[in-house]
């Protein structure tokens, strides 16, 4: 079961808001300016295709992989606050153990963003970034019978 989200990150970190608020244009500014900071932040770090999942192929990036570790920290954050949640429901077998699982997912430009541990890592190790693409949604051809 999905709940509801949006088809893109339309929300916004207000760190000024807890200070006396903000207006609508200010909101407005500073989604953007998130945006724009996330997708340049997606640009600037190294993605691995992930090769051993036929059926469910996404791109990771490890925690080291980002020469900036505070716009890693506040991407995280991002997905966290701001995303969805959902199943992942396996294309493949290789994550069949996974169907069913609960994600925070973000979707931002063309990809669908989420964290997840690094599966030999310790329990506290920071996460590990995941992205696949967006899928378009079936289009449905709606007949009009004129009989």
Same mark, same amino acid.
């Given at each position: 079961m999905q709940q509801d989200k949006p088809s893109t990150y339309t929300g916004a970190i207000d760190s000024r808001s807890a200070a006396g608020g903000t207006s609508e244009s200010n909101d407005s500014d500073e989604q953007l300016e998130d945006t724009e900071r996330a997708l340049r932040f997606v640009g600037s770090i190294r993605w691995q295709e992930a090769r051993t999942t036929p059926g469910d192929e996404h791109e990771y990036s490890l925690p080291d992989w980002a020469t900036d570790q505070a716009e890693r920290a506040w991407f995280v954050q991002l997905i966290a606050e701001h995303g969805y949640c959902a199943t992942f429901e396996a294309n493949g077998p290789a994550l069949s153990f996974a169907?069913?699982?609960? %994600? $925070?997912?973000? @979707?931002?430009?063309?990809?669908?963003?989420?964290?997840?541990?690094? %599966? $030999?890592?310790? @329990?506290?190790?920071?996460?590990?970034?995941?992205?696949?693409?967006?899928?378009?949604?079936?289009q449905l051809t709606i007949w009009e019978d004129d009989r």
């Open positions: 169907s069913g699982t609960w %994600w $925070t997912y973000l @979707e931002l430009g063309s990809h669908r963003y989420w964290c997840s541990k690094v %599966w $030999t890592a310790p @329990e506290d190790q920071r996460p590990m970034l995941n992205r696949a693409p967006i899928q378009p949604s079936p």
